[in-house]
């Protein structure tokens, strides 16, 4: 596994980040997190498949298996959908900012 997360995979995370912000948590827009999440996800897979080395991806794997299949839950009113993506993306938005920081690529690094 590489010590460190490379300058263009820097700032491309660091861009994800930032169109999050933009694109808030109505259902209508959960399209373009969910593009945004899974090409976290294939960035994060240059690093190895192997999520016991792999801590950045073993996040995002995590993320996906708690809160991203919260979001695909049925739900009465699409306040309580809209709510569940939010925290999704919150999550998201974490994870995004210790990879950023590089905080993977250390032995102590967990979520």
Same mark, same amino acid.
């Given at each position: 596994?590489?010590? +460190?997360?490379?300058?263009?995979? %820097?700032? #491309?995370?660091?861009? @994800? ?5 933009? *694109? ?6 959960? *399209?373009? =997190?969910?593009? /945004?999440?899974?090409? +976290? @996800? ?8 192997? *999520? ?6 073993? #996040? /995002? &794997?995590? /993320? ?7 979001? %695909?839950?049925?739900?009465? %009113? !699409?306040?309580?959908?809209?709510? #569940?993506?939010?925290?999704? @993306?919150?999550?998201?938005?974490? *994870?995004? !900012?210790?990879?950023? &920081? ?6 102590? #690094? =967990? /979520?």
């Amino acid at each position: 596994m590489k010590k +460190a997360i490379s300058t263009e995979h %820097k700032k #491309a995370f660091e861009e @994800m980040k930032k169109q999050l912000t933009l *694109i808030g948590s109505r259902e209508a827009n959960y *399209i373009k =997190v969910e593009l /945004l999440f899974y090409e +976290a @996800m294939t960035l994060s897979r240059a690093y190895g498949d192997n *999520i016991e080395e792999n801590n950045l991806l073993a #996040a /995002l &794997k995590q /993320l996906q298996a708690n809160q991203y299949q919260t979001t %695909k839950e049925l739900f009465k %009113k !699409s306040s309580q959908r809209e709510h #569940a993506i939010k925290r999704f @993306m919150n999550q998201f938005k974490i *994870i995004l !900012s210790l990879a950023i &920081k590089n905080a993977y690529f250390h032995k102590e #690094a =967990v /979520l």
